[in-house]
């Protein structure tokens, strides 16, 4: 088991943990609330693709959390350290089988972080690098959750709404609270992969806010652009995301990821980022970033314009003469905000603008602003702590915010990877 000198788990941490639990079981309460409404009113269709979005959902978070629990069991006494037995049932491993089977595997994760969190925080006992473990697999798992399910929901639900004809201010409330859900676990997931860089200014509560806001802007426009299109051409819809899912799974095989240990994981991962970058840009792989996020955004903006015209030829005048011009006005120049927030994040407050860079002596004074560095994980071996490190996703931050060397002689440009940019 690697280890490093990471951020130590805090009552914060225990904090985030039980809200994380909570918010699951709501969710969750709430999926199965609208489900049955659809089902009352014998709305079939609709209770079947919610169904089908929630089981997927839930396939795809057990798959990931089983395979992580299969690779951390092969690492180098993982079951023999101290407080192995009280992480995600130990050696138990039929029943931990048992729980993913009847998908019960990811909630057991949230109760393992709070047991683990508690004796850490509350009764001062050792493992605090088994808490820190958890909370960072869990992050990276209610990420792919937000996008596999909350994100195709949201869109179900203002598609339902443009549908019918008819809005209630708890469904306008609960569309706002979800679309602000989806962003804010980009934020929650941002700011857990920079706890893995020991030499990078840690990101406050400003920078966070300018984060959330440059994703809630991207994000919103982008989920409102498909319920429209889908509420005109719902068929369509499907073909839509089955024409672009294999082209955006392609990118990312092309972008030689290693995220997982194993082939069938790895293939996996891709096809989960596949579906993040439907809606949101998601860095995956060292390199230039700046090119693949122009890129991407180069081609969701064309393609938004595109749904967006669909929606516009083929909408109904008398029903949507009220909102009808706003939205086409509104959707392009949110989007365009948040672009230009998101540059602003970068010039004026990256966290590495509010402290002096160490810099490598061998490494230029014109970085950009998207850049900072990054020590090798391979290079805490030697340093002394009583901390694990999280490898996959040390090897993600590593990934986005490493720089590396090449030999001049040959490559006289610094090849360097630029920040995550989600």
Known sequence: MERGTFSKYSWIDFVFSVIGVFTFLVDWG????????????????????????????????????????????????????????????????????????????????????????????????????????????LSMLRLIETFCESAPQLILMVYVMLRTNRARAVQFVSIAASTTSIAWMVVD???????????????????????????????????????LFSSVLPRFIAVHFLLLWPVLVLWAWLQRTDFMDSAGGEWLYRATVGLIWYFSWFNVAEGRTRGR?????????????????????????????????????????????????????????????????????????????AEVAFRDVSAQDDVPSSQLLNRRMASHAAHFYRPRRVDRSTKPELDRTETSQL
């Open 30 to 137: 709430s999926d199965v609330w609208v489900a049955t409404e659809f089902y009352c009113r014998g709305d079939f269709f609709w209770f079947g693709v919610l169904v089908g979005l929630m089981v997927l959902s839930s396939v795809v978070v057990q798959m990931f959390s089983w395979f992580w629990f299969k690779y951390d069991r092969e690492l180098p006494g993982f079951s023999g350290e101290t407080g192995a037995g009280t992480v995600l049932c130990g050696d138990r491993v039929k029943l931990f089988c048992l729980l993913h089977v009847l998908q019960l595997g990811f909630l057991c994760r949230h109760i393992s972080a709070i047991r683990q969190g508690f004796r850490v925080w509350w009764k001062r006992e050792e493992g605090s690098e088994y808490a820190v473990y958890l909370i960072h697999d």
């Open 189 to 227: 997931y941002h700011r857990s992969l920079r706890s893995f860089l020991p030499d990078k200014a840690k990101q406050g509560w400003g920078s966070s806010l300018v984060y959330f806001l440059w994703n809630l802007l991207l994000i919103g426009p982008r989920v409102a652009t498909l319920a």
């Open 293 to 369: 996020s122009f890129i991407y955004h180069s081609f969701i903006t064309t393609d938004g314009g595109v749904l967006l015209a669909a929606w516009w030829m083929h909408r109904d005048p008398v029903q949507t003469e009220a909102y009808g011009v706003a939205l086409l006005v509104a959707l392009p120049l949110t989007y365009l905000l948040g672009l230009l927030l998101k540059a602003l994040y970068y010039c004026c407050f990256h966290p590495k603008l509010w402290r002096p860079l160490t810099r490598d002596p061998g490494l230029p004074d014109d970085l950009p602003d």
